[in-house]
């Protein structure tokens, strides 16, 4: 029984040793680089501050903003840019982004071709497709890449 008790002790002494050594090989984390990464990112960020408006705010009532379709998708729309995005941590890869562009070129050129347009800039609006953009593109002030409604005429 003792030399069980005295084994025993050993064994831990002996496992205690092993981890002290074996810490003194381990890898030290240096959290200052990732820090100032982190910090250099955010600060990059243009926040764009208040609400945004309703797609057809101070427009006359005509049957392109008032069909049912359009009121649907601009509360839809609404809805999401004001409660549901400020809550995600996605960063659209261009400027203005999708929700932004989408509201755009539904307001300028209709629900069916803005809507279209909308859905084209959300399947390009990933990491695989930013292989395929020109790096001279990218803005200096935001660091993303002009895509304007314009573009589409």
């Known amino acids: 029984m003792q030399s069980l008790s005295v084994s025993l002790k050993v064994s831990s002494f002996g496992l205690l040793l092993l981890f002290l050594t074996l810490e003194s090989f381990a890898q030290r984390i240096d959290l200052t680089a990732d820090l100032l990464l982190v910090d250099s990112v955010t600060r990059q960020k243009v926040h764009e501050p208040g609400k945004r408006p309703y ?5 006359p009532k005509t049957l392109r903003n008032c069909n049912p379709v ?19 941590s996605a960063d659209c890869l261009y400027d203005p982004g999708c929700s932004d562009f989408s509201r755009q070129a539904v307001k300028e050129y209709g629900l069916i071709k803005g809507g279209l347009l909308s859905f084209d800039r959300l399947s390009r609006c990933n990491r695989i497709a930013a292989t395929d953009l020109d790096p001279g593109m990218i803005s200096k002030k935001t660091h993303r890449f002009g895509d304007s409604v314009k573009r589409y005429q």
């Open 70 to 88: 359009s009121l649907i998708y601009g509360g839809t729309l609404y809805v999401y840019q004001n409660f549901i995005s400020q809550h995600l």
């Open 55 to 59: 797609i057809f705010k101070n427009q």
